[in-house]
Nanobody, 122 residues
Framework: QVQLVESGGGLVQAGGSLRLSCAAS????????LGWFRQAPGKEREFVAA????????LYADSVKGRFTISRDNAKNTVTLQMNSLKPEDTAVYYC???????????????WGQGTQVTVSS
């Protein structure tokens, strides 16, 4: 069982930066793929980024590539999402997720946080 708690959301102007963090519980944290997903109002939840449990390979949605960076600290059981050059279209609730499969598909992710709101003003 893994519990995930996100933090770091807020309001920022376009072009600004935010850093999201996700704290996890669970003894097998380092084995999980960790991902970030987001859901904007009226839209379906979509993939943002993922980092593999072993080796640390990363995967990004095209819309955030070059602007967002995902990283993990297995010693601290945390995963972070550094978001730079934010755009109004990045406005969404951001969710942290954990699963056994390294994937951009949300279906393999078994555990989800409660979400944190990110709002980017123009």
């Amino acid at each position: 069982q893994v519990q995930l708690v996100e933090s770091g959301g807020g309001l920022v102007q376009a072009g600004g930066s935010l850093r999201l963090s996700c704290a996890a519980s669970g003894r097998t944290f380092s084995s999980y793929t960790l991902g970030w997903f987001r859901q904007a109002p009226g839209k379906e939840r979509e993939f943002v980024a993922a980092v593999r449990g072993t080796g640390g390979s990363t995967l990004y949605a095209d819309s955030v590539k070059g602007r967002f960076t995902i990283s993990r600290d297995n010693a601290k059981n945390t995963v972070t999402l550094q978001m730079n050059s934010l755009k109004p279209e990045d406005t969404a609730v951001y969710y942290c997720a954990a699963g056994w499969t390294y994937s951009a598909d949300q279906r393999p992710y078994d555990y989800w946080g409660q979400g944190t709101q990110v709002t980017v003003s123009s």
